[in-house]
Structures are given as structure tokens and as C-alpha cells.
């Protein structure tokens, strides 16, 4: 393991140069934070590529490519962390699972998959951060989870999704008011249509018109307001749900 004074920052779903994870690890790096990130199906070199850019701005980095859907991934991945970097003491759930659906195409298998990735690899993260965390004795931490405005308005053929990235609101509500006696809080943020790796030009031109502020949000967008909640500025704020969609347009 190698040592720091750094504080240590895990973030899940940092799999691409253009993903909102990666402008999360980016965001936290600035602030002096050591990172571990976990990715899923990304570029070896890019990989590599990212780990050099980060040992150049002076931090220590660790990553593993761990599938969120095992049962046991939380364990697998506060172990290699630990060991790697040392134990964190911020934890951004990141990562997400999402394929079209709809009532016609709802099926058992899609709904666990989703299930899977959004639900118990957040919430057993999330528990067995927390539980670490406590044992270490340390004073402040952070747990930023990533939803996508659901309570906002309806997103149809998007079912799976929207019901299980809707269930961390809720359990970011309760586990803050859990957690706070032991100096950690618990947010969610919702970062909006984000033009990350998922949107083409077609999409943009559809969605440009929604944003009043004249763009579209960017990854560096919500990597702000993340930065911010891992900082000790935003110590005061736990079990909210914050939107930051730039006055994104629903209809």
C-alpha cells in the first residue's frame, strides 16, 4: 500500500475519459484527495493513461475492474482499496446499470440486472463503508450517491431504471439520519441529461432547446457540486437530494 497523507476517495463507474466518473475523480484529485475508482469493460490503455495523469498532479491512485452486479462486489472493492490506497473516507456511488424497457419488454431478468447494479451494490457499499468507517475511529465522512431526478417527472420506457435509482433517494434519506452520530453524511445528487458517453448528435439537438442556460450539462458540472459535498464547506448538509440540471425543462 503505499502512503499518504492524503484522504482517499472511492468512486465507482470511472470507465471512460468522457464519463461522469472520471471528471468525479478529476474533481476530487484537485482538492488533494487519493482515488480508487472500479471500472467495467474500459480501454486497458486508458486505464493506464489515467492512472500516469494522476501520479503527475501528486496522487496516489488504485483501480479495479469489478463487476457490480456480484453479490459480494462491495467487499471486493473496499478490500482493494484498502489495500491498495488505504481506507477511504469518501465513497461516491457512481456506477449504474440502464437498457431501455417498458411495460412490453419488463421482464424478471431486466429488472434484476438493474436491481443488481443500482440497489445492492450501492446500499452494501454504502452499509459497508460505514461500518468500516466507524471501526477506524475517524471523524468526517462522505457518502455522494448518483440518482437521476425520477421524483421529478416520469421516464417512460425507462422503468427498471427509473424504480431502482429511484429506491437511493429514499434510502439516502434514512441512512443519513443513521449515520450522522458517526460524523458521516449522505447525500444524492442528480446530475441531469449529462452529455457523457451516452449521448449522439441527434440527442443533443433534441435536448439543447430544454436548457435555458444555452448548453447542455457537462461531467465537469457535476463533478463540482460532488467536490463540494466531499469537501469540509459541505459537512453541514446530509440526507438531501440535490438537482443540478442547469433549469433542465421537463415536457
Not at 54 to 69: F, H, P, V, W, Y
Not at 142 to 148: A, G, P, V, Y
Not at 172 to 182: F, R
Request: aromatic residues 8%; proline residues 4%; glycine residues 10%.
Amino acid at each position: 500500500m503505499t502512503q499518504s497523507n492524503h484522504k482517499v476517495a472511492l468512486v465507482t463507474g470511472a470507465s471512460n475519459r468522457r464519463d461522469i466518473g472520471t471528471a468525479i475523480c478529476r474533481q476530487l484529485a484537485g482538492k488533494g484527495f487519493d482515488l480508487f475508482f472500479t471500472h467495467w469493460k474500459a480501454e486497458p490503455d486508458w486505464i493506464e493513461e489515467f492512472h500516469h495523469e494522476l501520479k503527475r498532479a501528486g496522487i496516489n491512485s488504485g483501480s479495479a475492474e469489478i463487476d457490480l452486479s456480484e453479490a459480494d462486489a462491495a467487499f471486493q472493492i473496499l478490500d482493494a482499496a484498502q489495500l491498495t490506497i488505504g481506507l477511504p473516507s469518501i465513497l461516491v456511488n457512481n456506477a449504474a446499470h440502464s437498457v431501455r424497457d417498458g411495460y412490453r419488454e419488463l421482464d424478471a431478468r431486466i429488472l434484476d440486472e438493474h436491481y443488481q447494479v443500482n440497489m445492492r451494490a450501492t446500499f452494501l457499499l454504502s452499509v459497508e463503508f460505514a461500518r468500516r468507517f466507524e471501526a477506524s475511529g475517524a471523524e468526517s465522512g462522505r457518502i455522494i450517491n448518483l440518482t437521476s431526478g425520477q421524483d421529478l417527472g416520469p421516464m417512460p420506457g425507462e422503468l427498471a431504471y427509473a424504480a431502482t435509482k429511484g429506491a437511493i433517494s429514499a434510502f439516502t434519506k434514512s441512512l443519513s439520519a443513521e449515520l450522522a452520530p458517526i460524523g458521516i453524511t449522505v447525500n444524492a445528487v442528480n446530475p441531469g441529461a449529462t452529455d457523457s458517453t451516452w449521448m449522439n448528435e441527434g440527442i443533443r439537438q433534441h435536448l439543447l432547446p430544454k436548457f435555458p442556460m444555452g448548453r447542455i450539462g457537462q461531467p465537469s458540472d457535476i463533478a463540482k457540486l460532488i467536490g463540494f459535498l466531499a469537501s469540509e464547506e459541505g459537512g453541514w448538509i446530509t440526507g438531501q437530494v440535490i438537482h443540478s440540471e442547469g433549469g433542465f425543462l421537463r415536457g
